[in-house]
């Protein structure tokens, strides 16, 4: 029984701790890495990591402000200036991203929000790359 409660309890912390992050501001290192990093790691690191396709990585705060070929990915606290933020939205022909689809509007609204917070990158994050990109 006392088992059983104990489980129950740290069950019961868990769910508002991933409650919290799924809720928390756009500028939190939670929000970070609840909301944009797996859109990231699940949209774009495959083509902008290690191949960096474009002269493009997304894959730290460095790689997003020197941006590639057209400029700087992202302009913080303006995503409306932001190159990333246009691609996803395909708003124009030539630039829309990921190739073949669309992100989700949440997941649009999730990396507006983030750059409108200033695109913060949490310092403790690590580089992930995504499965099969590495050594290409």
């Keep these: 029984m006392q088992g059983t409660m104990r489980k129950l309890g740290l069950l ?5 701790v991933a409650a919290w992050a799924q809720s928390a501001p756009g500028g939190t290192p939670d929000f970070f890495e609840v909301k944009v ?3 990231l790691a699940n949209n774009c690191f495959g083509c902008h990591t290690n191949t960096a396709m474009g002269g493009l990585r997304l894959d730290s705060a460095e790689a997003l402000q020197k941006g590639g070929k057209r400029g700087p990915a ?3 606290g303006d995503p409306e200036k932001s190159l990333l933020i246009q691609a996803i939205r395909h708003t124009t022909a030539d630039m ?5 689809s669309k992100l ?3 997941e649009i609204q999730d990396l507006t929000e983030w750059v409108k917070a200033g695109a913060p990158w949490p310092k403790s994050a690590t580089m ?3 499965k099969g990109s590495e050594g290409k």
């Design 12 to 16: 019961t912390v868990a769910t508002g």
């Design 37 to 39: 990093r797996p859109v």
């Design 74 to 76: 992202v302009v913080a």
């Design 96 to 100: 829309k991203m990921p190739m073949g």
């Design 104 to 106: 989700k509007e949440g």
């Design 128 to 130: 992930v790359t995504a």
